[in-house]
């Protein structure tokens, strides 16, 4: 019997109403060529056992990764197994994504018709129907797409929201890294691909994205218990913006004393430990090198 066509992975920790959700939204697809892939970075929620009878009547594969890896390392996880399971392509999202029925049928016609592609993603939306600013992708300059038309849009990187990758595209650019942690891994492998291959935005293929709000991640305004977050996020993009050449340094330093200036105006508190963050993160990017792992 041949592997599936698609390999879904989805990543999840401690969400499993939200999973359970995005499981019926795969089990609805069209398209239906497709193994599920749930990858549990430890959850101590229930998930596990939610999804036993799934497990053992061959539904969706269960991989429970025994400590939390974080989203990058979820990732790396869940794509390795799937390549080495020999799918053709792997269709990567979060566990709070909400797939449209069509999605994965639209992202592989346009496959079809545009043959050798990197990446393709989906457009995501957000629970009222506005674009989901977490999730909007960037052109080969790394500046927001705000305008979606046709039938594929390039593009030069975007996140783990609905993307399918094709498995030989993994083979040759490697895993995602989990060094990452959390935030920014989907952009560094998004862009390491497209500097490679030619990637696209699907307008057609829609997820609703249910994240908890729509500020797209913001150290000004969150709330003082996710500020300690951002030091990796802060760390993260550096590495990828020191990957751009000169336009990624000028970027960095335009972005760092901006980001501080919109704490000074804006925070409603703990400024000093916002700003100390940004500077923190900011130096952990210039000595962080992390290796990339490949399938042998």
């Excluded at 239906?32 to 998930?47: F, H, R």
């Amino acid at each position: 019997m041949s592997a599936p066509r698609v390999a879904a992975v989805v990543v999840t920790w401690n969400r499993k109403a939200l999973l359970m959700e995005c499981l019926a939204c795969l089990k609805a697809q069209s398209w239906q060529d497709m193994a599920i892939l749930v990858i549990d970075n430890a959850s101590t929620d229930g998930t596990g056992e939610s999804l036993a009878d799934l497990a053992a009547s061959g539904d969706i594969l269960y991989y429970n990764t025994g400590r939390n890896l974080g989203g990058a390392g979820g990732f790396q996880y869940g794509v390795r197994k799937a390549v080495e399971a020999d799918c053709g392509y792997v269709w990567l999202m979060d566990d709070d994504s909400m797939p449209e029925p069509e999605a994965l049928e639209a992202l592989m016609a346009a496959g079809e018709k545009l043959g050798d592609f990197g990446w393709l993603s989906g457009k995501a939306l957000w629970t009222d129907g506005s674009p989901c600013r977490m999730n909007i992708q960037r052109d080969m300059k790394m500046g927001n797409l705000t305008e979606l038309y046709g039938d594929a849009v390039p593009a030069g990187a975007a996140t783990f929201v609905s993307l399918l990758i094709p498995s030989k595209v993994v083979r040759d650019v490697g895993l995602p890294v989990k060094e990452f942690f959390i935030w920014a891994d989907d952009l560094e492998y998004t862009r390491r691909i497209s500097r490679k291959y030619p990637c696209y935005v699907i307008p057609e293929s829609v997820t609703v994205h249910k994240c908890a709000t729509n500020n797209g991640g913001n150290i000004s305004t969150d709330v003082p218990e996710r500020i300690q977050r951002y030091r990796l996020a802060y760390r993260n993009e550096v590495y990828i913006y020191r990957r751009e050449g000169l336009r990624g340094f000028v970027r960095l330093l335009l972005r760092t004393p901006l980001h501080i200036l919109r704490v000074l105006r804006h925070s409603p508190n703990r400024k000093g430990e916002r700003i100390r963050t940004i500077l923190g993160g900011t130096l952990e990017g210039l000595s962080f090198n992390p290796e990339i792992e490949y399938i042998k």
